[in-house]
């Protein structure tokens, strides 16, 4: 018979129970490493729901602005066409026009694909030299060739798009100009824009309207600055600075 006080046996317990130490801290650790797992998983599939969620809601959203974008088209725009014929004088069928052209640019904008800079500058250049012939008045639109040819999402396209057409409007509106210039060029990674009619600075109406403070807005979603500044003939500089890597809502 062995003696289970010998060093062989008390050896082989120990051995015994280091094993079963071991095969225990094993299982420990599988099992951790199965709720990590489980955990990592379940966190990945919470992303996902949560995506898939908002892309839902983004679906619906775009879905519901074409909705509302078709009916401002149909119903408003075939109002305005009707006025366009109806006005008692060209001056009025003029300003019909004008609204009418403002309304079809804004339903474009609102369906068209991200672009470039240089894209969106030249349609923004005809779309304006347009608006001035129809009003009698002429554009000086000066741009730098050199002017980096960036890709623009969606939001920066329409904020863009609806500041410089917000300042050629208003300089319509008010000014009583002859010639509106539009000079763009880049400066330390900083696009600059200014917007100068050869009418008269009021100083006094500047900043008080909903068209210049939504100008405001925009720029600060584009992370730039807007400012207004009598022009060297008497007229409104308009300056627009817009970091070419500018932040958007």
């Known amino acids: 018979m062995v003696n289970p006080g010998t060093p062989l046996n008390i050896s082989l317990l120990l051995v015994l129970a280091l094993a079963g130490l071991a095969w225990g801290a094993w299982q420990w650790m599988r099992r951790r490493r199965e709720r990590l ?22 679906h619906a959203a775009a879905a519901e602005r074409e909705r509302i974008y078709r009916d401002l088209h149909d119903d408003l725009g075939a109002r305005l066409l009707d006025l366009v014929y109806a006005a008692p004088d060209a001056a009025l069928a003029g300003q019909a026009r004008q609204a009418l052209q403002t309304l079809r640019a ?24 347009n608006r001035l012939r129809s009003a009698g008045r002429e554009l000086l639109w000066e741009q730098d060739p050199n002017l980096p040819d960036l890709p623009l999402d969606q939001a920066t396209t329409l904020q863009l798009a609806r500041i410089v057409r917000e300042a050629v ?6 000014a009583a100009l002859r010639w509106l210039r539009v000079r763009l060029y880049e400066m330390d990674g900083v696009l600059m824009c200014d917007v100068t009619d050869d009418g008269h600075f009021e100083d006094a109406n ?39 890597a500018a932040p958007h809502g």
């Open 206 to 244: 500047i900043g008080s309207g909903t068209g210049t403070r939504s100008m405001r807005a925009r720029a600060d979603d584009l992370g730039g600055q807007i400012a207004w500044h009598p022009g060297t003939l008497g007229g409104t500089k308009v300056t627009l600075r817009v970091p070419l």
């Open 169 to 174: 409007t208003n300089a319509l509106r008010h």
């Open 37 to 58: 797992r489980w955990h990592a998983e379940m966190q990945q599939l919470q992303r996902q729901h949560e995506s898939l969620q908002h892309q839902a809601r983004q």
């Open 106 to 129: 804004l339903v474009a904008d609102a369906q068209r694909p991200p672009t470039t800079l240089r894209q969106l500058l030249g349609e923004l250049a005809a779309e304006t030299d």
